[in-house]
T-cell receptor, first 113, second 115 residues
Framework: GNSVTQMEGPVTLSEEAFLTINCTYT??????LFWYVQYPGEGLQLLLK?????DKGSNKGFEATYRKETTSFHLEKGSVQVSDSAVYFC????????????FGTGTRLTIIP | EAGVAQSPRYKIIEKRQSVAFWCNPI?????LYWYQQILGQGPKLLIQ????????DSQLPKDRFSAERLKGVDSTLKIQPAKLEDSAVYLC?????????????FGPGTRLTVL
């Protein structure tokens, strides 16, 4: 079955540092890949997504590239801010808008000024 | 556009009691999901509805959990009787039937504590 392995946390960085959160997956077929973010006290929000191999999703300075050859979807940001402190979830799902998401365990990120 | 609404936001009960959660999805979204998120883990799908029909309930503990979506809009999730291990955040999400490439929209969740 489908599964997602996500970099263990917590991760603590200084402001303006470079961020990488690793995510690898196991799936049949050609899933879509997602990064969701959960800010303190809020619900899950979609951060970015990619629907096919070599696609790059990007939003709010974050990027992730769908690498089929390495079954990876690592999240990166060149310069993090305190406001990026949150829990980040990698997930995989279907391509048709009505298939369940399989989530990783989440990575708690804390940015210190 | 209003988001996914859930209530209550918090619930504390004793084991063996019953509890129910309510979800109102985004208007027009045919697909509705209930996820369970245990502390320190990612959300796990409990049940998925397409309109008022069940698509996937393979991970729903059917001896104690039940869910319905009678008119294809609102949904309720019930636990009866609750166990200590049911303590978690219960998330409701919704999506279009197709064309969204899998994007789901999540509500704020209901945090359940079973004592």
């Amino acid at each position: 079955g489908n599964s997602v392995t996500q970099m263990e946390g917590p991760v603590t960085l200084s402001e303006e540092a470079f961020l990488t959160i690793n995510c690898t997956y196991t799936a049949t077929g050609y899933p879509s890949l997602f990064w969701y973010v959960q800010y303190p006290g809020e619900g899950l929000q979609l951060l970015l997504k990619a629907t096919k191999a070599d696609d790059k999703g990007s939003n709010k300075g974050f990027e992730a590239t769908y690498r089929k050859e390495t079954t990876s979807f690592h999240l990166e940001k060149g310069s993090v801010q305190v406001s990026d402190s949150a829990v980040y979830f990698c997930a995989l799902g279907g391509n048709f808008g009505n298939e369940k998401l399989t989530f990783g365990t989440g990575t708690r990120l804390t940015i210190i000024p | 556009e209003a988001g996914v609404a859930q209530s209550p936001r918090y619930k504390i009960i004793e084991k063996r009691q019953s509890v129910a959660f309510w979800c109102n999805p985004i208007s027009g979204h045919a697909t509705l999901y209930w996820y369970q998120q245990i502390l320190g883990q990612g959300p796990k799908l409990l049940i998925q509805f397409q309109n008022n029909g069940v698509v996937d309930d393979s991970q729903l503990p059917k001896d104690r959990f039940s869910a319905e979506r009678l008119k294809g809009v609102d949904s309720t999730l019930k636990i009866q009787p609750a166990k200590l291990e049911d303590s978690a955040v219960y998330l409701c999400a919704s999506s279009w039937t197709s064309g969204s490439n899998g994007e789901q929209f999540f509500g704020p969740g209901t945090r359940l504590t079973v004592l």
